[in-house]
């Protein structure tokens, strides 16, 4: 039951929408226009009931830029090293690339990068493995290879990758090419 103080008045609007944006708009803080002076006495405040005014799209996203947030942090790039098992290691930033024995194009191709490898056992195709980052996850996608590509998570089971499927890797999972394999770092 609500308390006479808290009763509804018949001067009240009865449409829900209107209700329902009024209440939106105090809740969010955006119920009345900026003021130059505001009372400073919180007791003041507490006792004073404004009411909602109307406001235009253009006057609630005004009062929303106005509001304070909090400044954001410089976020340095995302650095990955990959770890191989024959000693071997690079330094992976945000910029995408391709892992494998020869992987030269034939024009040279700008924002990807070429990572060569050394493979006796002829299992690593010369485009074997494409990798990237997104949202600061480190993605790798079989190229369609012979040997193929196997993925292992730590306390996960390997998982034999499709071809052309993007799999999110967390860091500490190994990747096996063939008979080559790296960890990431």
């Known amino acids: 039951m609500l308390a006479e103080s808290e009763a509804p008045s018949e001067s009240a609007s ?8 009024g209440w939106l708009r105090r809740s969010l803080n955006l119920g009345r226009k900026p003021e130059g002076e505001r009372p400073q006495d919180s007791a ?15 006057d609630i996203e005004e009062a929303e830029r106005s509001g304070s947030t909090p400044a954001r ?3 340095s790039p995302v650095r990955f090293l990959l770890k191989f098992d024959s000693g071997l290691t690079f330094t992976v930033g945000e910029t995408p690339g391709i892992i494998g024995v020869k992987p030269l194009p034939e024009e040279p191709e700008e924002g990807r990068q070429r990572l060569f490898l050394d493979d006796d056992t002829d299992t690593v ?5 494409e990798f ?3 949202r600061g996850v480190f993605w790798v996608k079989d190229l369609k290879t012979v040997a193929g590509t196997v993925v292992e998570e730590p306390g996960s089971p390997a998982l034999q990758c499709i071809p052309y499927d993007v799999y999110p890797l967390v860091r500490g999972s190994q990747v ?3 008979n080559v394999a790296f960890t990431l770092h």
């Open 44 to 58: 003041a405040i507490a006792d004073v009931d404004h009411p909602t005014e109307a406001m235009s799209l253009f």
């Open 14 to 21: 009865t449409d829900p929408l209107q209700r329902a944006t």
């Open 125 to 129: 195709a010369p485009e074997h493995l």
């Open 73 to 75: 942090k410089a976020t």
């Open 176 to 178: 096996r090419m063939g």
């Open 132 to 134: 990237g980052v997104k």
